[in-house]
C-alpha cells in the first residue's frame, strides 16, 4: 500500500490560464453525410454561424453562415445549382465563397467574398476542415477509411448528439486518465497504453465493465486523428454475446466553453440473429455508450479548469496529451518537431495491483 505524501506546508493554488480566441486546426465530423441534402443546414460552430448545403453538383459546401451585404443568415436562403441565394436582398454566394450574382447590380463588389470551407465525405461521415490561418487541409491528417463501415457483415452507424457545457480540452483528457475509468466508469483496468505519433494519439486498454463487457473482458484501441475525430475498435459483450464494435467519437466547438459531441456504433453482426436483430443490438450498445458519456458530462459541468494538476505516479501520461493536443492552437510552422517520433507511455498495473 503506497504511504501517504509529506503534508505540503503550502497549499497548491490552481491555475487556469484564460482560454485564446482560437479553435483547434483539423478535420472536424458534422454527422453522417446522407443527413444533409439541398435543403441549407445552419451550424453555429467556432464561435460563428456556418451554413453547408448540398449543390447539384452532388458536392457538400461550407460557407460562413452571415451574408456580409447585411447580415442575413444564408441557411434561411435557398441553393441554386452549386450556389445559395440569400433570403434578404437575393445575393448570391458561388461554393467558393465569391458572390456570383447581385439581381440589382451592374457590378458585383470585390469585396463581396465569404469563407469557404474545405469538406470530405468519408466512412459515411460529413467533414469539414477548418485552420484558423486559412491553410489547406493537410493531406497525411486525412481520416483514414474504416473498411468495416462498408462491410454487409456490420450494422450502419448508429449515431447521437449532445451538447456539452465546457471547454473540449475536458473531453481529450480522456485519452491519458486512466484513473477516472474505475470511479466513474465501473470499468477496472488490467493494461493501459498511450501511443502519441504526429497528429494521431492512441488510447489501448483492456479491462473490464459493467455496461460494455458485463462479467468478461473489455478491449479497446481508441485512435484520435487530429483534434477532434476519433474511432475506436472494441470488443466485449451484450447479454452473454461477445460483441465486435465500432465506436465513434468526434466534437465540434461551438464556442470555447461548450461543443457538440457526436458519437457513432457499429455492431459486427451475429450469425443467426437477423437484421433486425442485429440493429437492435447495436441500439443498445449505443444507448450504454450514451450512459458512459453521461457519467463524465455531470464531472465535466461541476469541475473546473485545472492547467497545473497535481499528478501522482498511477495516472496517466496527461501533461503528455495536453502538450500533444496543444499542436494544434499553433501555427503550422510553430508545430514542435517532437512529436514526428513515435512514443509509448506504459501503466504498469502489475505493482498497482498487488
Not at 157 to 165: E, K, P
Not at 206 to 225: F, P, V
Not at 310 to 326: A, E, H, S, T
Request: charged share 25%; hydrophobic share 35%; glycine share 6%.
Amino acid at each position: 500500500m503506497s504511504q501517504p505524501a509529506p503534508v505540503s506546508r503550502q497549499p497548491h493554488i490552481i491555475e487556469a490560464a484564460e482560454l485564446p480566441d482560437r479553435y483547434a486546426r483539423g478535420w472536424y465530423c458534422l454527422g453522417l453525410a446522407s443527413e444533409y441534402t439541398s435543403t441549407p443546414v445552419k451550424l453555429n460552430y467556432f464561435g460563428t454561424r456556418l451554413v453547408a448545403y448540398r449543390g447539384e453538383d452532388g458536392e457538400m459546401h461550407v460557407l460562413d453562415g452571415y451574408c456580409p451585404h447585411m447580415g442575413a443568415d444564408l441557411s434561411e436562403g435557398c441553393v441554386e445549382g452549386n450556389s445559395i441565394r440569400c433570403p434578404f436582398h437575393a445575393w448570391r454566394w458561388g461554393a467558393d465563397g465569391v458572390c456570383d450574382d447581385i439581381p440589382y447590380a451592374k457590378r458585383i463588389p470585390a469585396k463581396a467574398v465569404i469563407r469557404s470551407y474545405p469538406t470530405l465525405e468519408e466512412n459515411h461521415l460529413l467533414f469539414v476542415w477548418f485552420d484558423p490561418e486559412g491553410n489547406p487541409p493537410i493531406e497525411e491528417q486525412r481520416p483514414p477509411r474504416i473498411d468495416d463501415v462498408f462491410s454487409d457483415e456490420w450494422t450502419i452507424w448508429q449515431m447521437d448528439v449532445m451538447s456539452i457545457n465546457t471547454n473540449a480540452r475536458e473531453l481529450i483528457d480522456n485519452m491519458a486518465d486512466v484513473a477516472h475509468f474505475g470511479p466513474i466508469h465501473g470499468a477496472p483496468i488490467k493494461e493501459f497504453k498511450n501511443i502519441v505519433h504526429k497528429h494521431t494519439y492512441c488510447q489501448q486498454l483492456t479491462g473490464g465493465s459493467e455496461l460494455l463487457a458485463e462479467d468478461g473482458e473489455l478491449k479497446s484501441e481508441a485512435t484520435y486523428h487530429g483534434p477532434a475525430y476519433m474511432n475506436t475498435y472494441m470488443t466485449g459483450q451484450v447479454e452473454g454475446m461477445e460483441v465486435a464494435s465500432r465506436l465513434l467519437v468526434t466534437h465540434v466547438p461551438i464556442d470555447l466553453n461548450s461543443f457538440d459531441l457526436r458519437f457513432g456504433v457499429a455492431v459486427k453482426k451475429i450469425a443467426g440473429m437477423s437484421d433486425e436483430q442485429n440493429n437492435e443490438m447495436a441500439r443498445q450498445y449505443t444507448e450504454q455508450n450514451r450512459t458512459a458519456f453521461f457519467q463524465d458530462v455531470h464531472i465535466w459541468h461541476t469541475k473546473t479548469r485545472v492547467d497545473n494538476p497535481v499528478l501522482c505516479d498511477g495516472d496517466g501520461p496527461i501533461n503528455r496529451l495536453r502538450q500533444w493536443y496543444q499542436q494544434f492552437y499553433v501555427n503550422v510552422a510553430d508545430v514542435p518537431e517532437v512529436f514526428a517520433e513515435r512514443r509509448e507511455y506504459v501503466v504498469d498495473y502489475a505493482l498497482r495491483n498487488t
